[in-house]
């Protein structure tokens, strides 16, 4: 079985700084896409970024020049670097990343448990 772990969530000011981990675990062969998605109180969820084995990154237009998306392919890892941080931005984080369990079978989607980031005004 293959778990999403996110940590580094937590109450923080307007204009403050957090940074979101999210380390995936179990049987895995390899990792193509990583992201991180948000669910703000009576709304859907949105993307927020996606990072592809390569590393080239996509940002919603919101958070581009704020926040970076990281990750530790040693480490099965995912970051978000959340700078300049906006009441708006209040959501639970989720991660999520298409993983390989098998070279041999297709990949699937997980998601984290989610991690919430109040911010404060």
């Known amino acids: 079985q293959v778990q999403l772990v996110e940590s580094g969530g937590g109450l923080v000011q307007t204009g403050g700084s957090l940074r979101l981990s999210c380390a995936a675990s179990?049987?895995?062969?390899?990792?193509?896409?990583m992201g991180w998605y948000r669910q703000a109180p009576g709304n859907q969820r949105e993307w927020v970024a996606t990072?592809?084995?390569?590393?080239?990154?996509n940002y919603v237009d919101s958070v581009k020049g704020r926040f970076t998306i990281s990750r530790d392919n040693a480490k099965n890892t995912v970051y978000l670097q959340m700078n300049s941080l906006k009441p708006e931005d209040t959501a639970v984080y989720y991660c999520?990343?298409?993983?390989?369990?098998?070279?041999?079978?297709?990949?699937?989607?997980?998601w984290g448990q989610g991690t919430q980031v109040p911010v404060s005004s």
């Open positions: 999520n990343a298409d993983i390989h369990s098998s070279w041999y079978q297709p990949s699937e989607h997980y």
């Open positions: 179990g049987s895995i062969a390899g990792i193509a896409a």
């Open positions: 990072i592809t084995s390569y590393g080239i990154t």
